[in-house]
């Protein structure tokens, strides 16, 4: 298992692209990811997950990999 981190750009800046930190770490569940846990209202979020590196990045960029 590895730790991954994800950066996402543009999250609740501005008053735009509102996302809450709940449904944030809802949909990494979705996605199959353990021990989610997000940094203030950021957008960044740290996860476990047992999936390669390029699999993860393809979710994320909501692909399939």
Do not use: H, W
């Amino acid at each position: 298992m590895s730790t991954y981190i994800a950066l996402l750009r543009a999250v609740n800046v501005g008053g735009t692209g509102k996302l809450p930190m709940a449904d944030l770490k809802a949909l990494c569940a979705e996605l199959g990811y353990r021990r989610i846990e997000t940094f203030i209202a950021s957008g960044n979020v740290v996860f476990d997950c047992d999936l390669a590196a390029e699999k993860v990045q393809a979710q994320q960029l909501g692909r399939t990999a």
